[in-house]
């Protein structure tokens, strides 16, 4: 890094500008100048469903002008980012978290319950279908994709009757007043890092790396974050899988009675998606904060103990 203004990369989606802004924010606030770089992603050209054209489709074209010394600083939806890490680059910091629920968007503002039997609910997720299906209301849950516009304007057109989305997203670009119910984590466990942004540097730009962790990381994010991934990277499920994992920093009582920060994880893997009889698998596991990708294992192992190998047969 020079003097010149901190490049920061990121894809040309309403969403995508909006959480590039908050960092942008973060470092214009702490004094530094930034200038902000749009990169197409295959992911924003293609309207196929994000199982057919695979992970990374959001995220490759913005490492790739990373690489090339195009832009400084990529920011990307956590969610989003191959578990799989990416040579030359590192993960400088994870900002703090917004709200990881799903959110529903439905007519009339009914509640998920409210909907009667029949009705039509769209979701780009496989995560999500899975665990509306097993829910046993009677839903019809049909695949869509688009950004948030797209998918809200399916249900005040009537296409629909409801959208699942992501409430980070909506809270994002202000559209929070529409949703109709925000989704207990019991009902549905959101996307492994749902919510959360990772901010990625050159390995060698040692100067950017050290100003966004002082700047801009949130370390229980960073570790909430990072015993979920480890939760996906286990299974060897890609982010499009029916995986759920959500992680808490709690307090506990250590061994003489002080208070302690420990790390408390839950996650769901889906099997038989497919079909009608959808099946979830439930684990959990507490952790001190430092052993995140030991907890996200641990849990990870206890899932494919009750048959969660299936994913990836």
Same mark, same amino acid.
């Given at each position: 890094?020079?003097?010149?203004?901190?490049?920061?990369?990121?894809?040309?989606?309403?969403?995508?500008?909006?959480?590039?802004?908050?960092?942008?924010?973060?470092?214009?606030?702490?004094?530094?100048?930034?200038?902000?770089?749009?990169?197409?992603?295959?992911?924003?050209?293609?309207?196929?469903?994000?199982?057919?054209? #695979?992970?990374?489709?959001?995220?490759?074209?913005?490492?790739?002008?990373? &690489?090339?010394?195009?832009?400084?600083?990529?920011?990307?939806?956590?969610?989003?980012?191959?578990?799989?890490?990416?040579?030359?680059?590192?993960?400088?910091?994870?900002?703090?978290?917004?709200?990881?629920?799903?959110?529903?968007?439905?007519?009339?503002?009914?509640?998920? #319950?409210?909907?009667?039997?029949?009705?039509?609910?769209?979701?780009?997720?496989?995560?999500?279908?899975?665990?509306?299906?097993?829910?046993?209301?009677?839903?019809?849950?049909?695949?869509?994709?688009?950004?948030?516009?797209?998918?809200?304007?399916?249900?005040?057109?009537?296409?629909?009757?409801?959208?699942?989305?992501?409430?980070?997203?909506?809270?994002?670009?202000?559209?929070? +007043?529409?949703?109709?119910?925000?989704?207990?984590?019991?009902?549905?466990?959101?996307?492994?890092?749902?919510?959360? &942004?990772?901010?990625?540097?050159?390995?060698?730009?040692?100067?950017?790396?050290?100003?966004?962790?002082?700047?801009?990381?949130?370390?229980?994010?960073?570790?909430?974050?990072?015993?979920?991934?480890?939760?996906?990277?286990?299974?060897?499920?890609?982010?499009?899988?029916?995986?759920?994992?959500?992680?808490?920093?709690?307090?506990?009582? +250590?061994?003489?009675?002080?208070?302690?920060?420990?790390?408390?994880?839950?996650?769901?893997?889906?099997?038989?998606? +497919?079909?009608?009889?959808?099946?979830?698998?439930?684990?959990?596991?507490?952790?001190?904060?430092?052993?995140?990708?030991?907890?996200?294992?641990?849990?990870?192992?206890?899932?494919?103990?009750?048959?969660?190998?299936? &994913?990836?047969?």
């Amino acid at each position: 890094m020079t003097d010149s203004p901190i490049r920061i990369g990121t894809r040309g989606s309403k969403l995508a500008v909006a959480q590039t802004q908050t960092i942008a924010n973060m470092l214009t606030e702490a004094g530094h100048e930034v200038e902000i770089v749009t990169v197409s992603t295959p992911g924003d050209r293609s309207s196929a469903p994000i199982a057919e054209i #695979g992970v990374g489709v959001f995220t490759s074209a913005l490492r790739e002008a990373l &690489l090339a010394d195009e832009i400084d600083v990529a920011i990307h939806s956590y969610k989003d980012l191959p578990t799989a890490p990416e040579s030359g680059l590192v993960l400088a910091a994870v900002p703090p978290r917004e709200d990881p629920r799903d959110a529903l968007i439905a007519r009339g503002g009914l509640t998920l #319950g409210e909907l009667p039997p029949g009705s039509v609910v769209g979701t780009g997720s496989p995560r999500r279908i899975a665990q509306l299906k097993a829910l046993g209301l009677g839903l019809t849950v049909v695949p869509i994709r688009g950004n948030i516009d797209t998918r809200i304007g399916k249900v005040t057109s009537g296409e629909l009757d409801a959208v699942v989305l992501a409430r980070a997203g909506l809270a994002r670009v202000g559209r929070v +007043d529409e949703i109709t119910e925000t989704l207990d984590p019991l009902q549905m466990l959101p996307a492994p890092a749902q919510g959360a &942004l990772a901010v990625e540097t050159r390995v060698e730009d040692v100067e950017a790396e050290r100003l966004l962790r002082s700047v801009v990381d949130d370390e229980a994010t960073r570790v909430a974050a990072k015993a979920e991934r480890a939760v996906l990277a286990t299974l060897e499920a890609g982010c499009s899988a029916p995986v759920g994992a959500l992680a808490d920093v709690v307090e506990d009582l +250590d061994s003489e009675g002080q208070v302690v920060d420990r790390l408390s994880l839950r996650g769901i893997a889906a099997t038989g998606v +497919d079909g009608d009889s959808v099946n979830i698998l439930k684990a959990s596991a507490i952790a001190e904060t430092k052993d995140a990708d030991e907890l996200g294992r641990a849990v990870a192992a206890e899932l494919l103990d009750l048959g969660a190998g299936a &994913l990836s047969s």
